[in-house]
C-alpha cells in the first residue's frame, strides 16, 4: 500500500478511536461528578466525603482526559494535515514524505521496545540474584516469581513488534525514473530514461 494512503487510514483510525473514548471518559466524568457534588454536601461522614471528593477529583480528570482526546488531534493526523496543506506536492512525493514520517515513528517505537526489553532483563537478574541469595524460601520463591514475571515481559516486548513498526511492513515498494547516462560504442554518452526499485527487506 501506498505510504500516503496507510498514513491517511492510520490517522482516521485515530481519530476515530480518540473520539470515541473521548466521549466515553467525559459521560463518566460527567456522571461521576453529578453524584460525588450532591453527596458531598448532602454527608456528614467524614469518611464518606473523603471518597466523595476523590470521586469529584476523578471525575475532573476524566473529562479533561477526554476532551483532550476529543480536541487534540494525534500525530498522524497532524502530519497528514501538514502534508496537505504543502502546494504543489505531486503523490510520489506525498508517498515519500509520509514514508519518512512512519519510518520515523517506526524508529522510535522500535528504541523504546528495545529500552523496555533491557530494562525487564536487568530487573529480572536482580530479582534471580537476591533470590538465589536469599536465606528465606518464601522470599525466595516471590522473587523467582518476579524475575519470571520480567523475564516473560522482556521476550515479549523482544519478540513482537510493536503497532509503528507493523505499519512499515504494510508500506509498498517505490517505483521511481532515474536519469542515467549510458555509454555509447562511439565513447559519447548520452542520457536513458531507467526504472529504479526501492524495495524494503
Known sequence: MPAYKLLTEKANTISTDDRETGWAYILSGAVTLTVSIPAYYLSTDLFARVIYTVGETLGVAAIGYGSYLVLIDNDYTRYKRIIDRVPNLTAPQKDNLARIFLEENAERARRVRRIRVI???????????????????????????????????????????????????????????????????????????????????
Open 119 to 201: 530494562t525487564h532483563s536487568l530487573t529480572a537478574a536482580l530479582n534471580f540474584l537476591s533470590a538465589a541469595t536469599s536465606s528465606q524460601s518464601e522470599l525466595r520463591t516471590s522473587l523467582y516469581f518476579i524475575g519470571g514475571v520480567n523475564t516473560l515481559a522482556a521476550l515479549g516486548f523482544g519478540l513482537k513488534k510493536s503497532e509503528e513498526e507493523k505499519l512499515i511492513d504494510g508500506i509498498a515498494p517505490t517505483a521511481s525514473l532515474e536519469l542515467i547516462t549510458a555509454a555509447t560504442d562511439s565513447g559519447v554518452t548520452t542520457p536513458a530514461l531507467g526504472l529504479g526499485l526501492n524495495f524494503r527487506f
